[in-house]
């Protein structure tokens, strides 16, 4: 998090200035975040941790903390800076360096090139420690400083030690200071991300110029404090509250005792009411009484067991019934015996009349012959008489017999009816009997003897009654009497159904009392329990709640600590958003058109409408990277909507390059960064920093592992600055662990490399270069026509699909040029004098030969012609001494 401190830092530094007029309480705050900033940036807002952590700080130190603005390392101001150029670093051990190894820096471009994890990102974080006092990339991954540094070999890590040439050409200490020197860094991943998050929705662009400058860590540690600490603070009355109402209730329970006279005298109208409510003379003491009690039962207990008597049936039995039903069974029973005499006396009737009932019951069978004789009914023989016929006018003629037999039935089913009743109503009697346990009497011994259905006249030895009966026999008398007292218990059951309605009304009416005086008598209890505890309350309040009273005392001390914590707090992150917020424009501030100029630059093969007429960059985290295009630039456009990945990747170095330039760092590390780059905008970005005089004044430090693009800028640096460069190569190790480090490497451009073959006599080898200088040359010289609108040349080829010969490019160039009449331009004649003393070697000369095909080992060759040779390659010299930049 070592950039992050860096930005609390200037905000610190930000936040006491004079004219901003924050409060102590404030400024103490962000002194004391600032030293103990480690620790509050190992938290995070999840389950409050910073928070949490803040208050604990601030409650046990804030007091003791200065408000006073902290000392911070001086920042360069423009024009200012202690040295300008470095001169020497040695390190190691450092991270993969595991013994000391020394570096010479004091040209203005010092190229290293390797392959991966041969030690270029050891060298640059090297440079990052001497230069910042950090490693940011230890602070991201939140790995302790030393660890990160340590070579793993070696077990230790040695500070690196960077010298630097200042001012007046003395050899100078380099000292870190952050601040100073944080813009000098031009990483890869910078640019990756500042590319990435350009393909995120607009909505989470917001760390977009954060990343680019290596500010992203500072947004995080901006984004972990809550949004308030209102949870750790003792802020609300909550206790006070409690023992307010608990006051007010005591409050209450002096008006319950102040009303206590009342209270009860209210109670007593109340009695005296309900007491008059049942009755005019009754008192509430009469009324209880009258209720009564388990202990001393009254009037209710007496109506309860009155109804809860089960009264005696209604058996419906009276001596007038009983006498009634033996006159009905004895009627009936005569009746009997008169139609049976009747049927007696025609006794030899009733044969013929069950003669001719059968007789006429045979017709449906046998009815054509006499049933008896079998003799044919008709015909020649035939019955003296229809014995069916004869039947018919019998039974007409015994009608009267058929009544009578019909009559008999009648009265012996009546009569049996008749005895039935007679012997339920002695059942009925038997019961009453049983009941009464009077089973030994002498009715009840007969009744017990009765037969359940008697048969015959078992009556006649009661009824009727003799006239002078035998004192000792069970006589007709006997049940008449039981009968009248079952009449009497029916009456008595009567009068008791008559009079229950009314008991029940009555002990309904005492029971609603009984419950008014319970309800009352349990109010009147409640009443004076509460006047008691009222009193025990009020006499023990302060004793009780003493705990509360001295909580409620602690409460208003931590209210008057924490009131202000919390407005320092709120005040303090208001600020510090506010800073964030505002730190892309104080960044951006005046980068707009170096910026744009250098996209331009970099984007040099776009055609003319697609580079930019204008640049905004975004003043505020809200605001949105907009741009116009040449081709139609009254139109602004969101910059990260529009460009592809690979042109925002250039916006974003340019970004970093113009950020430099503002402040005239004198140095630019560029780690890796080339590689974030695209090939198609890689020649762009190597003729804007190395071939043009943007950077003239800046030191350029460069690590890659493309060989070519090394090898490109070295062939592309003008002929004045080739004698300040030093290209260093990286090797992996051989089994030490100590990366193979070689400098001085021979510069490969091809033009002093044919003139030090030239000068070795070596012709060969001199031609060899010549052909790849004169391509180079061509290309460029191309290019620089082709920006002045002589771009279209026509060149002859061999055949389908061949490369055209290097002389027919370059003839075709040389007409090109000769034949533009109007085009006048300085590098005009020097460049036909050049192409026309090249082109005057005949096309047949073996120098020719070689510059078109290459050099090659061959047998027997002849030498070549040392004098064109020279021609050659001085001519080369003079070629690559006109400046042919596009649009020059």
Known sequence: MASAKQD??????????????????????????????????????????????????????????????????????????????????????????????????????????GPNGSGKTSFCESLEYALLGEVEEAGSKRIDAKTYLTNSHAQRFVPPILKATDQQGREVDVVSNAETYRFCFIEKNRIDAFSRIAARPAGQRSELIATLFGMDQFNEFVAHFNETVDRQLVLEVDKQVVLTARRDALATDQVTVDGEAKALQDLVNEEVQLGQTHSAEMTYAGLKQLIGSADAPCRLQELEGILNAVPPGNIGLTRPGLLQAFEKVHKLHGLVGEVSAALAERSSQVSFKDLYTSVSALQEAEGDHCPACNTPLEGPIHVVTNPYEKAKAGLAQLKDLGDLQESLRTRQSEAATASRELRQLLADMSKFIVALQEQDTSVGRYLADLAIEPAGDWWTNLYPAQLDPNPEAFVLEHLLIVADRVAEQDAASLLAQQERQKHIEERDGLNRFQLLIQAHDLKRQQCVDSIAEARTRIAAFDVTNAELIEQVAQEKRNIERDAPIKAAYDLFLTELRDYRDKLPGSLLAGLNETAMNLYNEFN????????????????????????????????????????????????????????????????????????????????????????????????????????????????????????????????HHTGDYQPRVRGNIPTKNYIVKARAAKDELDDRAALASARQALEMLS?????????????????????????????????????????????????????????????????????????NKGTHEEADRDDFDAEWVEDVVHTLEELDDIDLRPGR
């Open 8 to 113: 609390f830092e200037r905000f610190v530094e930000w936040l006491h200035l004079q004219e901003k007029n924050i409060p102590s309480e404030v400024r103490r705050l962000a002194n004391l975040s600032l030293a103990n900033f480690d620790s509050l940036a190992a938290t995070s807002r999840n389950r409050s941790q910073r928070s949490i952590y803040l208050v604990d700080l601030i409650r046990a130190t804030l007091a003791l903390t200065s408000d006073a603005p902290p000392a911070f390392q001086a920042v360069a101001a423009n024009g200012a800076w202690p040295w300008k150029r470095l001169r020497h670093l040695t390190l190691g051990p450092f991270r993969g360096f595991r013994n000391p190894e020394p570096f010479d820096l004091q040209k203005p471009i010092i190229l290293f090139y």
């Open 604 to 731: 040099r093969n776009d055609l003319d409408v697609d580079k930019l007429a204008a640049l905004h960059l975004p003043l505020t985290g809200d605001e949105k990277i907009e741009i116009a295009f040449r081709g139609n630039p009254e139109a602004r456009v969101d910059a990260l909507h529009i460009l592809s990945e690979g042109h925002i990747r250039c916006l974003g170095l340019a970004i970093l390059l113009a950020k430099a330039q503002s402040i005239e760092s004198p140095l630019v590390v560029f780690d890796d960064a080339i590689n974030a780059i695209d090939h198609d905008h890689r020649g762009g970005i190597r003729e804007a920093i190395f071939e043009s005089d943007n950077f003239l004044q800046m030191q350029l430090i460069v690590t890659c592992h493309s060989n070519e693009f090394i090898k490109d800028i070295q062939q592309h640096l003008p002929p004045k600055r080739r004698g300040d460069c030093t290209v260093y190569l990286f090797r």
């Open 779 to 851: 290309e460029k010289m191309w290019r620089w026509l082709a920006s002045h609108d002589l771009g279209m040349i026509g060149l002859q080829l061999p055949g389908v699909g061949a490369e055209p010969s290097l002389r027919n490019l370059c003839d075709a160039l040389f007409k090109k040029l000769n034949e533009a009449a109007t085009f006048n331009h300085a590098n005009k004649t020097p460049l036909l004098v050049a192409f026309r003393r090249i082109l005057g070697i005949p096309a047949t000369n073996l120098v020719w030969t070689y510059l």
